[in-house]
Each structure stands twice: as structure tokens, then as C-alpha cells.
């Protein structure tokens, strides 16, 4: 992936200024415009993305469609839906000692947005904020991952294709260009990534405060009480753990299980990946590939602590390790102490749900959090705990509902996004007061 020049994206960056300052993005005809031109757009490359998706990461169709090009289309149905409404401005009740005047809450764009996305989804978590900025009315800059080429690559074409570079933009390139980007002065920063490359965007927002959504991950429990359906929580753990060979911000990390049912659980789980996968995942069109080397070399690292259930199988040359369960796992081992990202799920056992409670809450603030179990444990669970998001008696579905909010906590982010929330995160609040002049 050639490197965009710094010149290159300075002169974008200034062009975009310059069309925000026009004014035209504000209107709300231009924003629905552009977002069914968007919409248009992504159906015309549909065939394209899923392509360049099964390139990079070997994905399916239908994982492609699913987990990425359908959640975009929904996202803009949504916006499109819904846009007036989110952006008409809100009478504010006055309260007496103002009267007569009257308040009103004004949602202005917050400007030239800079958006940054990872690889493990990239289609979905570069083009998803953008919806927003563009409903939003901002202007924005987009830097997709250099790790997923073939996708960088038809993104752009669909995008300088459909949009003009001043209103949205892309560079493209490795850490080089990121640090460029981070050196200019945006009016808000969208990051999706690691904690500790989180850190790293917030560190140079500070320089201008700009403010910043940082969607980030962390270790995500998954805990299977005693008294779960184990056949239902087997293939909901197997599905979720699988989806994109475990690369998943909100994939289920680690398991944490009941000493009595450790056992069925896992056998069961051992068969719903043969369901899904066959005896051979690495034959299977469904079961995507790592990355990279150096995150298959990583990955191995991790796989060499405890005793593997079953899976373990990895072939390097074709980038592929088989869905693994490794038990007899201690809490000090190394793959309890980052997050896996991949198809890796180490086990722990428990005794009394207080053990759970405990270690989550002696650790960083997950992501997601995924419960098995009865409805009334469930609850006390989750009101001893906090994470992101998360499923009771499932895994990632939290993410599907536009409706709802998505986003981390502490250490797995800041900020929130999908819907009315990416409508949010560009915008401004504008608390006004109108005051009449003909009385004092």
C-alpha cells in the first residue's frame, strides 16, 4: 500500500475546510442526498467488496453480507429514516425565571471529521461512522487499514467515485500516515482500534482538544452458569467465538464456566463446531484466516500455556488456525493478559458466581459481557458488573439493533455510536436561550 504524501493530505484536509465553511453541508437535503448516493453506491460494489473481503481475510459471501455490507445498508436505512427528526431543533421547556424568553437545543455538525478503522472488519468499521459524519453534516477524512489492501483499495474507488475528495476523503498508507493525520488539527476524531493504539489517538487529540469516539476492545468474559441450556449456549459460543476466526472486538474472550457442567459444555461445543465447520474447518468456504503472520505467530504464543481441548491444528503458510479450546487455564498465563483475537477461548472454572464478579472487576472495563443462565442470576450478574454492551443466553447480537448504543467503558473506549448515537458523536448540542427585545 503506497503511502498518501503528506502534502497530499494537508491540501485535502484545507479543501475540506473550505467546503464546510460553504455552509451546504448543513442542509438537509444535501445530507439525505449523499446518503442514498452512498447507499446506491454500496449495492453497485457489492459483488467487489465481498470479493476484496474474501481476499483479505477469506471471508464468505455471507459472512462479508453479514457482518459488514448489510449492517452499512442498515445503518444509512436508518439514518435516512430518521434524520429529520434527529436533526429538527427541540423546544426546551423554559423555566420561570427566564420567561419570556425560550429555550431551543440546535444540533450543528461538529465540522471535519478524521475517521480510522482497523482491519478485522474493515468495510464495516470505516464506512459505518461515516454514515454518521454525513448525516451529521460534517465533512470527513477516512484512513483504512493497511492491513486489508484489497479492501483499502476498492473503498476508495467507490468512494472517489461517488464523493468528491473535499467533502469525503481518503489517505491511505501504514503507521506513517497515521502519524501525519494526528498532527493535523481535526474538529473530532473517530478511532476504532486497540486500548493501547487508543491512547495513542487521545494523546495528540489533546494537542488541539479535540474530542474524540475511541471504539476499543478488551478481554470479554463469557460465563456459563450451572443451570444453562448448555446445548443452546454451546452453539451461540461456538458462532460467536468462529465469526471472522475469533478477530472480533466483542468476540467472546474467555470462558468462564461452572466446575459441575465444564465438562458437557465443552464437548458440546466441540460438536457445534464440526456442525458448522466440519471435522476439518480449514476446508470449510465458512471459516475465514488470520491476518497476518506476525498475528499468527502472536496467536501461537499464546496457545502454549495449558491443555487444548481440541482444535490447536495451525498451518502457517495458509494463515490458518483451527477454532481452539484450551483448558486448565491459570489466571496468570499469557493469553489471559491481552486480548486473543482469534479463534483461541481459554477456560476457567468456578464455584460460586462471586469468583466471576470478582476477577471481571479486578480487571479493565470489557467491551461486551455475555451471561448463560436464568434471567434472575443474570440480573444480579450484570448489577455487580459493567462492560460496554453485551447478551444474556447469546453473543454479539447487542451490536445488530440500531436502536440501541455501541460502544466500550473506560478501557475498552469512550463514546458511543449506531443510530441516533452516530448522529451524536459529529454533532454539537447547541443550548440556545431566545430572549424578545421589547421588555427588560
Known amino acids: 500500500m503506497e503511502n498518501t504524501p503528506r502534502a497530499t493530505i494537508e491540501s485535502l484536509l484545507e479543501s475540506q475546510r473550505a467546503f464546510f465553511a460553504t455552509q451546504e453541508t448543513k442542509t438537509i437535503d444535501f445530507r439525505i442526498h449523499n446518503l442514498k448516493k452512498f447507499r446506491s453506491a454500496i449495492l453497485r460494489y457489492e459483488s467487489k467488496i465481498a470479493s476484496a473481503l474474501w481476499a483479505d ?34 423546544r426546551i421547556k423554559t423555566p420561570l425565571v427566564l420567561l419570556p424568553s425560550h429555550c431551543r437545543l440546535l444540533q450543528e455538525p461538529l465540522g471535519v471529521a478524521l475517521i480510522m478503522a482497523p482491519w478485522n472488519y474493515p468495510f464495516q468499521l470505516l464506512m459505518n461512522p461515516l454514515v454518521g459524519a454525513i448525516s451529521s453534516g460534517c465533512c470527513a477524512m477516512l484512513k483504512p487499514s493497511p492491513y486489508t489492501p484489497t479492501v483499502a483499495k476498492v473503498m476508495e ?107 458437557q459444555l465443552l464437548d458440546k461445543m466441540e460438536v457445534a463446531i464440526q456442525e458448522m465447520h466440519g471435522e476439518d474447518p480449514r476446508h470449510s468456504k465458512f471459516y475465514p484466516r488470520i491476518v497476518s503472520e506476525s498475528a499468527m505467530e502472536r496467536l501461537q504464543q499464546l496457545m502454549k500455556h495449558g491443555k487444548i481441548r481440541f482444535g490447536g491444528e495451525v498451518e502457517l503458510s495458509e494463515k490458518y488456525i483451527a477454532p481452539t479450546v484450551i483448558d486448565e487455564i491459570q489466571p496468570d498465563y499469557p493469553v489471559m493478559q491481552e486480548e486473543i483475537f482469534g479463534p483461541v477461548l481459554p477456560v476457567m472454572t468456578f464455584e460460586h458466581i462471586g469468583e466471576v464478579v470478582d476477577y471481571v472487576n479486578s480487571h479493565e472495563k470489557p467491551l461486551a459481557f455475555y451471561y448463560f443462565g436464568r434471567n434472575k442470576a443474570a440480573k444480579e450478574v450484570l448489577n455487580r458488573t459493567t462492560s460496554g454492551g453485551g447478551c444474556i443466553n447469546d453473543t454479539l447480537l447487542h451490536i445488530v439493533n440500531h436502536r440501541m448504543p455501541f460502544g466500550g467503558v473506560g478501557n475498552s473506549g469512550i463514546g458511543k455510536y449506531h443510530g441516533k448515537y452516530s448522529f451524536a458523536a459529529f454533532s454539537n448540542a447547541r443550548a440556545m436561550v431566545y430572549t424578545p427585545a421589547w421588555i427588560e
Open 57 to 90: 481475510l477469506h471471508k464468505s459471501y455471507e459472512e462479508a453480507y453479514m457482518t459488514e455490507i448489510s449492517l452499512v445498508l442498515g445503518e444509512i436505512n436508518n439514518h435516512l429514516k430518521h434524520i429529520k427528526r434527529w436533526a429538527k431543533p427541540k
Open 157 to 263: 474507488e467507490m468512494l472517489s467515485e461517488t464523493f468528491d475528495s473535499k467533502y469525503i476523503g481518503v489517505a491511505q498508507g501504514n503507521r506513517e500516515v497515521n502519524q501525519v493525520l494526528l498532527e493535523q488539527r481535526f474538529d473530532v476524531i473517530f478511532f476504532t482500534g486497540s486500548p493501547s493504539l487508543g491512547k495513542t489517538v487521545m494523546k495528540a487529540a489533546s494537542q488541539y482538544l479535540t474530542p474524540v469516539v475511541l471504539e476499543l476492545g478488551g478481554k470479554s468474559p463469557c460465563i456459563v452458569d450451572r443451570d444453562a441450556n448448555l446445548a443452546v449456549a454451546a452453539k451461540r459460543i461456538a458462532w460467536g467465538k468462529c465469526i471472522n476466526a475469533g478477530q472480533t472486538c466483542i468476540a467472546p474472550d474467555y470462558l468462564f464456566v461452572h466446575k459441575e457442567v465444564k465438562e
